[in-house]
């Protein structure tokens, strides 16, 4: 076994925590070895020649990934990785209706106390339908508009919000353990190990705290799943480890508020990652 280790940062130098190292072989096809840089970018993993390795591909949510050689490779080096930039359509604010902007002010004080602790989150629990919303104060405003807010503080749907229910009301969906298990016998899949599956659980778990998620983190470890088979395999994981579904904590974090939990921005992220993975075999 070979040891390859090193940093992961960006090009300003700062360490890119979490980011996702996996080991290619001379076709570009990932061995199925890998790792997590920690929190301060630092990598460490160990590589079995016999499966050829020959690149490493270091990759994290919002930048590009990067392949560099093994031949060249020396440990302790670094790996920056560029920012994915995305240009978004300019937002134009135009002028309207001074009752429609009174209105809004008059829900500000009740949106402070709604985003007290945790903001911009999304669950799924106690979700405001924006097509029953009642406005006080006479002012008109756009159902659009209120829409926009409500997801924004985290009590009502966005894409993410909706893209999360579809898969809970899927049964054949990658997000729960019977997707892998239904599989036909003889069908070739990615797994995970017993130690992997319970380190990435624990890894998901603890990225909710009282104060402050961890999406990174979260997002570090489905960057490390290679297709939907290893993503169905570590629900089961984590509901044999917590006794909770794997997508029903990411959508509570654990608690009870409507802001607990992934946003729906976060949600839009990783919902559109797991759905761009190969189903079984890569």
């Not at 807010?149 to 009301?169: F, M, P, R, S, Y």
């Not at 984590?238 to 959508?251: A, P, V, W």
Request: a neutral charge; glycine letters at 10%; proline letters at 5%.
């Amino acid at each position: 076994m070979a040891i390859v280790n090193g940093y992961i940062k960006n090009t300003t130098g700062q360490a890119i925590p979490f980011a996702s190292v996996q080991i290619l072989d001379s076709d570009f096809t990932p061995t199925g070895e890998g790792a997590a840089s920690n929190s301060n970018g630092y990598f460490y993993l160990t590589i079995d020649p016999n499966n050829e390795p020959y690149a490493i591909v270091a990759s994290s949510v919002g930048y590009k990934p990067l392949a560099v050689s093994l031949s060249t490779w020396v440990n302790g080096n670094i790996i920056l990785l560029q920012k994915n930039v995305i240009e978004l359509d300019p937002v134009v604010v135009t002028s309207g209706s001074q009752d429609k902007w009174k209105a809004l002010l008059l829900l500000i004080p009740l949106f402070l106390i709604l985003k007290k602790d945790k903001a911009r989150k999304v669950s799924g629990i106690g979700k405001v339908d924006t097509n029953n919303v009642v406005l006080i104060g006479g002012g008109l405003v756009a159902l659009m508009v209120v829409n926009k807010i409500l997801v924004a503080l985290g009590i009502g749907k966005g894409a993410g919000g909706h893209a999360v229910d579809t898969e809970q009301n899927d049964p054949g969906s990658e997000w729960k353990p019977a997707y892998y298990k239904s599989l036909p016998a003889g069908t070739q899949y990615y797994t995970l190990t017993a130690s992997g599956g319970d380190l990435f659980s624990k890894q998901i778990y603890n990225a909710f705290t009282l104060f402050k998620d961890n999406f990174d983190q979260i997002m570090g470890v489905f960057n490390q799943l290679q297709t939907k088979t290893q993503v169905s395999v570590l629900a089961d994981y984590f509901q044999q480890k917590y006794n909770r579904d794997l997508l029903t904590f990411l959508k509570d974090g654990g608690g009870v508020l409507p802001w607990d939990g992934l946003s729906d921005a976060q949600f839009y992220t990783l919902t559109t990652y797991v759905n761009n993975l190969p189903n079984t075999w890569p």
